[in-house]
């Protein structure tokens, strides 16, 4: 089946500094990809869509200037938290559909973030 | 607003019984619905999906039934097994993925 990764897999950092994740469809282009936010007991939360060429579309509620997203090929997508507080600490997934119009959702093992 | 509602937080049952979970959606119509399982620290992993016109769809021991009337779906594990314990996610959607939209997940617990 479809492989999708991420990059790190856990990350710990001071507060106010910046934080990339990577998000990679292994075996398949995605000229789609999501990020979702899970808090400890809570469900996934869909933060944004990444599309490969073009802007992200964020949900709302969610701040496009602390969460850049960017879709720069067709396999990889990056997440960066600007200036994280301990707030923003949570478990960050990325998913893909595998190709176009293929309902199902494969998604990357997750990053947790740990801002101190 | 959409609504989706997983029957209960947690679940214990004991090995060898069947798991019945549900999910149920208001201000919503579906074209599909799927459920993941999720492990502590892990992503969801796809299981079933589900469309509008069919009323079961089966996968080994799994089951799931589709019930646009009730706005239900149950997700059954038979012949439960300790491996099965995990956080079984139900998600509907429209057409093509989009408004994918999860539950707030069953916490399963199968007792040896």
């Known amino acids: 089946g479809a492989v999708v990764s991420q990059h790190p897999s856990w990350v710990i950092c001071k507060s106010g500094t910046s934080v990339k994740i990577e998000c990679r469809s292994l075996?398949?282009?995605?000229?789609?990809m999501f990020w979702y936010r899970q808090f400890p007991k809570q469900s996934l939360m869909l933060m944004a869509t990444?599309?490969?060429?073009?802007?992200?579309?964020?949900e709302q509620g969610v701040e496009k200037d602390k969460f850049l997203i960017n879709h720069a090929s067709l396999t990889l997508s990056t997440l960066t938290v600007t200036s994280a507080h301990p707030e923003d600490s949570s478990f960050y997934i990325c998913?893909?559909?595998?190709?176009?119009?293929?309902?199902?959702?494969?998604f990357g093992p997750g990053t947790r973030l740990l801002v101190l | 607003s959409q609504k989706i509602e997983q029957n209960s937080e947690a679940l214990n049952i004991q090995e060898g019984k069947t798991a019945t979970l549900t999910c149920n959606y208001t201000n919503y119509s579906p074209a599909y619905l799927q459920w993941y399982r999720q492990d502590p620290g892990r992503g969801p992993v796809f299981l079933l999906l589900i469309r509008e016109n069919e009323k079961e769809k089966r996968k080994e021991r799994l089951k799931v039934t589709f019930d646009t009337t009730l706005k239900q779906s149950l997700f059954h594990i038979t012949a439960s097994q300790p491996a099965d314990s995990a956080t079984y996610l139900c998600a509907p959607s429209d057409n093509y993925g989009q408004n994918f939209v999860f539950g707030p997940g069953t916490r399963l617990s199968v007792l040896p």
């Open positions: 998913s893909a559909p595998p190709r176009q119009g293929r309902e199902t959702q494969y």
């Open positions: 990444s599309n490969e060429g073009s802007k992200a579309t964020y």
């Open positions: 075996d398949f282009q995605a000229t789609t």
